[in-house]
């Protein structure tokens, strides 16, 4: 959907338990772009209710990703966030036609109901080019959210997943706000003008990139696959 790579070291379910994790998943960059990835969730660990593992919907009482990273690099002809949403307009356009995207989206996939999802400890990364390799860092806010999917029955893996990459994008673009970007002018020069004023408008770049961003991480590990896979 978001025509980037998507990785994971690890992931394991266990229904009878009712407990799940995954780590080291992320999503890359498009092409031209020099930083390794857009998003890295660090790890995830879940807990479901287990009397709901085989029902639709599923209820999981909590979900908890520690350590996410957001990296905003901006190129030439705009960032990766701007380059990874023009790949999901193109996906939405296909599937909205009735193609064969359709099919890749998983229909079958069980809904979900989320009663907390946490965020913690999270940074972001902006970067260009003319940083030659730096990049300001800066905290993610921590994210709380409750009820998922609970007045409507139930929410679909690409519903879920999307929320919650925008939700992680709306926080991430307030803090790119905070950054004090007018200060890195005298360490790399007349550059560092362009990413402030891209980065003015940063906030609503990186939610724009958001909603489709989430469905790139749909599809792994038992329940767990319809939310964060390809």
Known sequence: ??????GLDNASVSL???KGSLSGLSVGNPKGFNTDSAFKLGSVSVSL???????DPVVIKEI???????TYELG???SNIDAIQKNVDKFIAANSSGGSADK??????????IENLYVRGGEINVSA?????KALTTPLPDIHLKDIGKDDE??????VASKLIDKILGSAGSAVGALNLDALAGAVGDGAKAVTEKLGKGGEALKEGASGAGDAIKGVGGKLKGMFGK
């Open 104 to 113: 890749s989206e998983g229909g079958d996939s069980p809904k979900l109901i």
């Open 49 to 55: 209710d287990t009397a709901t593992a085989m029902s």
């Open 64 to 70: 908890v990703i520690s350590k996410p990273n957001v």
């Open 16 to 18: 009878s338990s009712g």
């Open 154 to 159: 139930g929410a679909s893996p690409g519903e």
């Open 129 to 133: 080019a003319f940083l030659k390799g």
């Open 1 to 6: 959907m978001t025509g980037v790579s998507v």
């Open 76 to 78: 030439g002809s705009g």
